[in-house]
């Protein structure tokens, strides 16, 4: 067989696959993709195509453009008192996407395992698996979703070597305060464990202020810090994120970088670059208006009878279909048939999850209010009997 077996033994993705469904339906309100409904603010729009009207159109430095860098740097300085030297400590990669494929490349070896919180973002798993890694999960249910120390207690061994936190999560919008982190940090030191954090939804907290997991005591030598634009500056077609470590990490995953990749594009690095010095308040407007969806929506299914776990903050609402008579797949391919709503089966996030919907509220007030009624008249038609 020409195709490895390590790729042959990797599923493709469940939200895909779905939606190569959705694809061709006419009248769909999609609340299935996990993408911002804004276009990208305009003034870094306008960053971009002005850098191609001067000409920027090489290659940049592997690590990304050092005023960029600088940016990111000042940027985590002064939000989360969080220092990193441009120089050596922070890597611009291909959207939080990329930076996840090389942390896992840079520090796994044959058969290590990487424990992951389940429900858990698509490629976590894939990514580990590619890398010759083995996936843990760490089922959090019976804790409204949180992952807890106990949790990592009783899946920890010899062989684990990371654990990927994501947070405000996708799918369920959960997050953390400072103390329950600072929980998990004693549970991740005690192990030695390396500590990837995804946060690319950090921006998009809207009860709390977000905690970067490097920047509690102790945390920071053994943590892969990754973040990037696509979610809160609604830039996810210019593909820029950006990893923050320890240099011993950040020159690893560079090597991969300089000879997958080389660099991200440069009319997409200037556009970030722009997003950093002037678009605070588009953000924060952003916030605002994913804060008032999340308002409606969980009082909306409330009102239907579906319970949800109240999102702290992303734009998802991971909502249980456990007292309808379906699976997760029935239940939204019945919904998009007869309905026109597409949402994603919570299978797609881990096996264990059929009795799970994700809905993501990226999408129009309009579109909300209208496809919650779809979603009334659907339950309504299917009631257990
Ligand atoms: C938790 C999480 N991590 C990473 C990504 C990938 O984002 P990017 O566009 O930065 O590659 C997503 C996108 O949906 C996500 O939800």
Redesign the pocket.
């Given at each position: 067989m020409e195709i490895s077996k390590r790729v042959q033994r990797v599923q493709p993705s469940g939200i895909r696959r779905f939606f190569d469904l959705v694809l061709g339906m006419k009248e769909v309100i999609s609340l299935g993709v996990?993408e911002p409904d804004f276009i990208t603010p305009w003034q870094i729009r306008e960053a971009g195509i002005y850098s191609l009207e001067q000409g920027f159109t090489s290659y940049t430095s592997n690590k990304g453009l050092f005023k960029l860098r600088m940016g990111i740097s000042r940027y985590l300085k002064s939000r989360y008192g969080l220092e990193y030297s441009p120089e050596d400590e922070i890597l611009v990669t291909v959207?939080?996407?990329e930076g996840l494929d090389l942390v896992l490349r840079a520090i796994i070896n044959p058969q290590d395992r990487i424990l992951i919180p389940s429900p858990r973002?698509v490629s976590y798993g894939p990514l580990t698996e590619l890398s010759g890694g083995i996936p843990v999960y760490l089922n959090t249910e019976r804790q409204r979703f949180k992952l807890t120390p106990d949790i990592i207690e009783r899946h920890v061994n010899s062989k684990a070597k990371a654990i990927i936190l994501?947070y405000p999560a996708?799918p369920t919008g959960i997050s953390y305060t400072k103390k329950e982190l600072e929980r998990i940090k004693r549970a991740i030191l005690k192990y030695n464990l390396i500590c990837i954090s995804?946060e690319?939804y950090g921006d998009l907290t809207y009860d709390f202020l977000h905690v970067p997991f490097a920047t509690l005591a102790g945390a920071k030598n053994s943590t892969v810090y990754l973040s990037?634009f696509?979610k809160s500056y609604a830039m996810?077609g210019w593909r820029v994120?950006f990893a923050c470590g320890p240099k011993r990490i950040i020159d690893a995953m560079t090597k991969i970088h300089q000879y997958t990749t080389m660099c991200v594009s440069i009319t997409s690095q200037m556009a970030a670059y722009e997003a950093l010095q002037t678009a605070r308040s588009a953000v924060d407007e952003m916030r605002r208006e994913y804060r008032r969806r999340r308002e409606y929506v969980v009082d909306r299914l409330k009102e239907l009878g579906i319970e949800c776990v109240r999102p702290d903050g992303a734009f998802y609402v991971f909502a249980s279909i456990k007292d309808t008579a379906f699976t997760s797949v029935d239940f939204a391919q019945r919904l998009l048939r007869e309905q026109r709503v597409a949402v994603v089966p919570g299978t797609a996030f881990g096996e264990e999850f059929d009795g799970y919907i994700r809905i993501s509220y990226a999408s129009s007030f309009e579109n909300l209010k209208e496809a919650l009624i779809r979603i009334e008249r659907f339950l309504k038609k299917n009631q257990r009997q």
């Amino acid at each position: 067989m020409e195709i490895s077996k390590r790729v042959q033994r990797v599923q493709p993705s469940g939200i895909r696959r779905f939606f190569d469904l959705v694809l061709g339906m006419k009248e769909v309100i999609s609340l299935g993709v996990g993408e911002p409904d804004f276009i990208t603010p305009w003034q870094i729009r306008e960053a971009g195509i002005y850098s191609l009207e001067q000409g920027f159109t090489s290659y940049t430095s592997n690590k990304g453009l050092f005023k960029l860098r600088m940016g990111i740097s000042r940027y985590l300085k002064s939000r989360y008192g969080l220092e990193y030297s441009p120089e050596d400590e922070i890597l611009v990669t291909v959207g939080v996407s990329e930076g996840l494929d090389l942390v896992l490349r840079a520090i796994i070896n044959p058969q290590d395992r990487i424990l992951i919180p389940s429900p858990r973002y698509v490629s976590y798993g894939p990514l580990t698996e590619l890398s010759g890694g083995i996936p843990v999960y760490l089922n959090t249910e019976r804790q409204r979703f949180k992952l807890t120390p106990d949790i990592i207690e009783r899946h920890v061994n010899s062989k684990a070597k990371a654990i990927i936190l994501n947070y405000p999560a996708n799918p369920t919008g959960i997050s953390y305060t400072k103390k329950e982190l600072e929980r998990i940090k004693r549970a991740i030191l005690k192990y030695n464990l390396i500590c990837i954090s995804d946060e690319i939804y950090g921006d998009l907290t809207y009860d709390f202020l977000h905690v970067p997991f490097a920047t509690l005591a102790g945390a920071k030598n053994s943590t892969v810090y990754l973040s990037g634009f696509s979610k809160s500056y609604a830039m996810t077609g210019w593909r820029v994120g950006f990893a923050c470590g320890p240099k011993r990490i950040i020159d690893a995953m560079t090597k991969i970088h300089q000879y997958t990749t080389m660099c991200v594009s440069i009319t997409s690095q200037m556009a970030a670059y722009e997003a950093l010095q002037t678009a605070r308040s588009a953000v924060d407007e952003m916030r605002r208006e994913y804060r008032r969806r999340r308002e409606y929506v969980v009082d909306r299914l409330k009102e239907l009878g579906i319970e949800c776990v109240r999102p702290d903050g992303a734009f998802y609402v991971f909502a249980s279909i456990k007292d309808t008579a379906f699976t997760s797949v029935d239940f939204a391919q019945r919904l998009l048939r007869e309905q026109r709503v597409a949402v994603v089966p919570g299978t797609a996030f881990g096996e264990e999850f059929d009795g799970y919907i994700r809905i993501s509220y990226a999408s129009s007030f309009e579109n909300l209010k209208e496809a919650l009624i779809r979603i009334e008249r659907f339950l309504k038609k299917n009631q257990r009997q």
